[in-house]
Structures are given as C-alpha cells and as structure tokens.
C-alpha cells in the first residue's frame, strides 16, 4: 500500500535549566531529514547542523521516537534509521549528548520510556545527571492521503526598519513568498516579542505598532476557525511555539500554518535628531601681546544653523585643555597673556543650556561638549571644538608673514552648456608676494570648500557639474607647501590650518572668500556651436554665432590671460557673423566670451599672432 507522509519541521533551541552545576554538554539540532524508500523499507536521515558539545569523556547518540509522547523506538550511533513501509503516525528525530558513567542507556525499554522520562533525568530536565538531549528534535508525519494539510504559510520580510520615536515605532512586513490558503481558511497576521515568541497582538494587515524596544516578529497565520480556537491565546503569555504545537507542521493534529521563523525587527529608541551647527572659524588677525594685551579676531568659514530658540554665542578657550576664559556675542576677544588661544562658536538653546554652570578659568570646552549630543550627551547644541587657532606671543617674538592672497571677483556668471562651463575670475586686489613665493589658483566645491583643481597660470577653470564652486588665490612657499601633494578631499580650510593666518606655522596666504560660483544648466535656447577663423590671427578674427531665435542682444567679452577684460562688443541678436578688430593687441593668447541676452554661452580660446 502506497504511504503519503507530511513532512513538518521544527528548529527550537532547549535551554538547559542548569540549578548548582553546569553542564556544558549540548544536544545542538538537527538539519531536515532525508526520507527515501529502499527495498520496501522506509529509510530516515538526518545530519547535525554542526552545533553539538560533546565535553570529554561524553558520547553522541541519536534518538527515533514515536507519538506525541515521544516513545522510544530506536536508538543509534549514526542519525539514520529505517521503519517499516507500514509505519504511520508522527516519528521524531533526536540528538543526546551523555556521559556512559553517569546514564545507563541499558535501562532504556525500548517502545515504553519515553524521551520525556530521559530527559527528565537530566540537569535541563530538572534531575541531576549532565547530558543533554535535543527534546524537540525533527519531526516527520506518515500517513494517508486525508492526513495531507495544503495550507501554507509563505515567508515575510521586513519592509522598513523603524526605531521608537515619541514613544511608538511601526513596523510592516512584505511577501517574500506566496501563501495557500484552502477553501475554508483565513489569513492572519501575528506580532510576536523576544525568541521566546510570546505573542503580543494580531492582525488582519502585516502592520504593527509597538510601544517598546527590543527584538519582534512578524508571522503569518493559514487557519480554519472551525478547527484552531484562536480565544485560546492569552497575549503576553502564550507563545508561537505553543500555537505551533497544536499543528501537523508542530507535531500536533490540527491543520493550519505558521511562518514560525517570521520577519524579524530590532526596535532601537530613535538616535535624537539635533539640527544645531556650530559652523567654522578661521583667524582673521595674528595680533601679538602689546603693551599686556593682544585682540584675537576670528571670521566665519562656514555657515551656523541657528534653529528657532537658539542663540549663537563665542567661546575663548586657552591651551589644548580648552580651558574657558570668556563668552562674547562676537568673535573678538581681548587677551593679556601668551600661549595657544581658541574661538569656538557655541548655539545653543538657553532653555536647556545653562552656560551659568560655567566656572572661568575652571570649566572646559570638553565639559560643556560632554554635555551636548555630539559629545555623547543628550542636549541639542553644537560647540565648533576644533575652533580658530591663536599662538599669541609678545610683539618681539611675533613671527612676520608678509604674504598677502588678494580679493577676486567673478569676471562673469558661467552656466552649464554641453555638459561644460568655464569659470573665470577676475583680480580686484592684488596678491603681495613675497621673494620666492608663487601665486596659484585654487577651484573648490560646496560649502566645505573642497579642493577639486589647480591652475598655476590663471583663475579660469573648466568644470562639468552644476552647483557651488568657488576661486581661491593661494600665495605659498614651494619649499614649505607642495601644492602637488595635495591629496584628493583636502578642503581649503586644511590649507589654512597650515598657514600663520590659520594657526598653523607656514607662511602664506589664502582667500578664503575667493569668487564664489553658482552654476546652473543654462537656458535650453543655447544649443548651438560657435566658430572663429582665421585663429591664430594677425588683424581680424570672424565669429560665427549661433541661429537662435528670440536673442535680443549679443554680447563679445575679450579676456587676456590672468581674466583681465580687455574690449566688449555688442550686436543686435540676430547677428549671425561678424569682424572682431584684434590688430592692436599684443601677441599671445586671449579667451572670447559670448553671452545671449547675458546667459553666458561658451568661451573660445583665440591665438593673436604676430604679423
């Protein structure tokens, strides 16, 4: 007679229950069994999924038994076992882990004790003997076609990852595989807390809300109503596993399905959100002690968020201990002794910051920082630690940098055609360099001004992204500061740290202002390609313009070299070619610039040749 069988599989861990002495001895579990038919004979195997302990001097031995009450029916050295093609009922597979001097396997009766009564015997089943035995084990169900339970359960998967905010986190899972739920039966949705899955509510949509941290899992539930008693569960109490033992799937009679593994969350308290920023400062004097007294002014090098409440406020520190010795609503700060000096900018809400704990001269910029989220504490306000760097010294032994960076300006607005744009700058004020130094220009990104390029020669840059980019004039020392060692994610505010200017020791200069950039896309009627020729030319260079309609004015900028503006022209925006006189211009090389209605278009590079 041909024998259908369920297979239903169960991975529980048993903790041992150790009183005065502890056993190391463990049972670990075991992979799915294998059933295969050989001869007429029924053949179960399964293998260990590697987490057994086996102390010294112990032994391993595996363990078939039958029915709900785990009769033993077989005993062996080896996880395989064979039945007959009759057999039929719930069959169980266990792992025991024993000493021989300590447990007699000889007294087992094969076919009356039962598992129960062994482990019972053991220090997990409150006896005294150290063993262990895998309780739970794998189990496999045969029978006849009515046995068969279709419903299934499927699998989920967490769908977000909330943590506890205001007290409450939601948590919502997704299908990671499909249910079966025959005619008859339902779906529903269970929430369960910690691995001892003890069931906390249920629902009718894979959503919940917790009010608490810790480990949760979402399951889902195929069930008749007629058959499984759901008023049976006591929420708080009852656990997945005890549900799971009423089912085929479990071990017991009643068919239905749980996803016993589940979607699993870890809910965490949400980190505090704290929207603060001290932003950066940088010296804007190098004053030595005159007369008892030295004045330390700092500037802005990034930008403060102030949030609604908060105040900003500045804090003058003294040595590497960041001793405080004044607070001041602007950073400027009188001193009247030598030694390394700190600006820090502080915002903070003075509803729960209160500086009045502050002891002059006692209390530390890592004191107040402590107390700040950012410091590992729990109130929103932001200290700028690092700070802007003074070393005061008296006047005598003040060190001299005469080098001096000089102001740019934007020469024009640059936007981005054809993936590109040039940015040009132009020299308002000129560097002061000393003998031996070098003028370089320095192209940085965004608000932490990182360096992206260099350029020896002039402030024109070519870049290819929209956003913030700004032109520097760096005034350096080759012998002191190797600008081709710069490392990628090197800002301008590591240059500075550098120089004297920036608290560092190195003589040189950089405007941290520079010509700031905004780029843009421009406007989607710059399409086009311009031309020049004859280029080189000796007297009259042509350009060509682009067709474009609806251009009101044309406009031709002529730069020299370092950016400076030499000649503008303009046409009417119709225009489609024209004679640019260049004959009385020096030889070299110049750049034109074309602008439409004052959207810059593109800039063209032209050779004035010699005659």
């Not at 360096?451 to 020669?457: A, P």
Request: proline share 3%; charged share 15%.
């Amino acid at each position: 007679m041909a024998v259908f069988f369920t297979l239903a599989l169960m991975f529980l861990s048993v903790t041992a229950s150790i009183s005065q002495t502890t056993c190391t001895a463990s049972a670990g579990t075991l992979n799915q069994t294998e059933i295969c038919i050989l001869n007429d004979q029924t053949i179960l195997r399964a293998t260990s999924k590697g987490d057994t302990v086996v102390p010294q001097g112990f032994r391993v031995r595996y363990v078939l038994t039958s029915g709900t009450d785990l009769v033993i029916r077989q005993v062996s050295e080896r996880p395989v076992f064979i039945l007959p093609d009759s057999a039929t009922g719930l069959y169980t597979l266990h792992t025991l882990v024993f000493n021989p001097s300590t447990l007699d396997l000889s007294t087992v009766q094969i076919g009356v004790t039962t598992g129960f009564a062994v482990n019972a015997l053991l220090v997990q089943g409150g006896g005294s003997i150290c063993a262990s035995l895998d309780v739970t084990g794998v189990k496999v169900r045969f029978g006849t076609c009515e046995d068969i339970c279709q419903a299934k359960a499927g699998r989920l998967f967490p769908a977000n990852r909330d943590c506890l905010s205001n007290g409450t986190a939601t948590l919502t899972a997704n299908r990671l595989t499909s249910s079966v739920i025959p005619s008859g039966y339902t779906r529903l949705y269970v929430l369960t807390r910690t691995d001892s899955l003890i069931i906390e509510q249920v629902n009718a949509s894979p959503t919940f809300n917790v009010t608490r941290t810790g480990k949760f899992r979402i399951h889902t539930l195929v069930y008749n109503p007629a058959t499984l008693n759901l008023g049976i569960v006591q929420f708080g109490v009852t656990t997945g596993f005890n549900v799971n033992a009423l089912l085929i799937q479990g071990g017991g009679s009643i068919c239905a399905a749980l996803d016993v593994d589940g979607a699993v969350f870890q809910v965490n308290t949400c980190p505090q959100v704290c929207e603060a920023k001290a932003g950066k400062l940088f010296p804007a004097n190098r004053d030595c002690l005159s007369n008892g007294t030295a004045t330390l002014t700092a500037n802005r090098l990034t930008s403060s968020v102030i949030p609604s409440g908060y105040t900003r406020l500045y804090v003058l520190t003294r040595t590497d201990s960041l001793i405080i010795e004044q607070v001041n609503a602007s950073p400027t700060f009188n001193v009247t002794r030598t030694g390394k000096f700190r600006i820090h900018t502080l915002v903070y809400n003075p509803a729960t910051l209160n500086l009045g704990i502050v002891q002059f001269g006692v209390t530390t910029g890592f004191n107040v920082n402590a107390l700040l989220i950012q410091g590992g504490g729990s109130i929103c306000a932001a200290l700028d630690v690092d700070g802007a760097v003074f070393q005061v010294n008296t006047c005598a032994q003040t060190q001299v940098c005469e080098a001096k960076a000089g102001k740019l300006q934007i020469a024009q607005v640059a936007c981005l055609r054809s993936g590109r744009a040039v940015l040009q700058a132009r020299v308002v004020e000129n560097p002061t360099v000393p003998q031996g130094f070098r003028i370089a220009y320095v192209l940085t990104s965004g608000s932490n001004l990182l360096i992206e390029k260099i350029n020896s020669s002039s402030p024109i840059f070519e870049v290819n992204r929209t956003g913030r980019f700004t032109i520097h004039t760096l005034v350096y020392d080759p012998t002191t500061l190797h600008i081709t060692g710069i490392r990628r994610g090197t800002t301008g505010a590591d240059i500075v740290k550098l120089f004297i200017q920036g608290g560092g020791r190195l003589c040189g200069a950089l405007d941290v202002t520079g010509a700031p950039f905004d780029v843009q896309n421009c406007g989607s009627h710059l399409t086009g390609s311009i031309k020049t020729f004859p280029n080189p030319a000796t007297s009259i260079v042509n350009v060509q313009f682009e067709e474009l309609e609806n251009v009101k004015r044309i406009t031709v900028e002529l730069l020299d070299a370092t950016g400076n503006l030499v000649n503008t022209w303009h046409f009417d925006g119709q225009t489609q070619q024209t004679a640019l006189d260049i004959a009385a211009l020096n030889t070299g090389t110049y750049n034109l610039r074309i602008l439409y209605d004052d959207q810059f278009s593109e800039t063209i590079r032209v050779v004035k040749a010699s005659y």
